[in-house]
């Protein structure tokens, strides 16, 4: 299963995106989504799942999100450092026991393990600006080591 990782578009959706997701089974969108309207672009592409960023106002999405797809469960959270956990996420994350961390707000792409879980942020990808990386990313789970390539935009 190929599942695309979004964050922080900030209400932008590169035209990019469709061509790189083409062919997904599922989107995470970890936060920072903008308008709701932006989730309906993304949902032409495949089913979303989406979490509420510190910038999202007037969208009706949780905190966090757990979903179970091709047997991995993934954790979506909008504000997360995968070296110290919040107390409440660590609650979380005790009791849903996901495979996988998606997370956003920091604006730079991670991929990494901690404690037997993946943390993954597949970066920032709204509107360019400066010297601005954007980047998305696909998440295979054909392997057990759960394959991940980024995308610049």
Do not use: C
Request: glycine share 8%; charged share 25%; no cysteine.
């Amino acid at each position: 299963m190929k599942i695309g990782l979004i964050s922080d578009t900030h209400g932008f959706l590169d035209p990019r995106v469709a061509e790189i997701f083409a062919g997904v089974d599922h989107i995470l969108h970890a936060g920072d989504v903008g308008p709701h309207s932006l989730l309906l672009e993304l949902e032409a592409i495949a089913p979303v799942t989406a979490v509420l960023g510190n910038t999202d106002m007037g969208i009706e999405l949780k905190l966090t999100e757990v979903v179970e797809l091709d047997g991995k469960k993934f954790l979506i959270h909008h504000i997360v450092d995968p070296y110290a956990l919040s107390d409440e996420l660590k609650k979380q994350v005790r009791f849903a026991k996901p495979d996988v961390i998606i997370y956003g707000h920091t604006h730079k792409k991670f991929y990494g393990r901690s404690n037997g879980v993946v943390y993954l942020n597949p970066g920032y990808s709204g509107r360019p600006k400066h010297a601005q990386e954007r980047t998305v990313a696909i998440l295979d789970t054909a392997t057990p080591e759960l394959t991940v390539e980024f995308f610049n935009l």
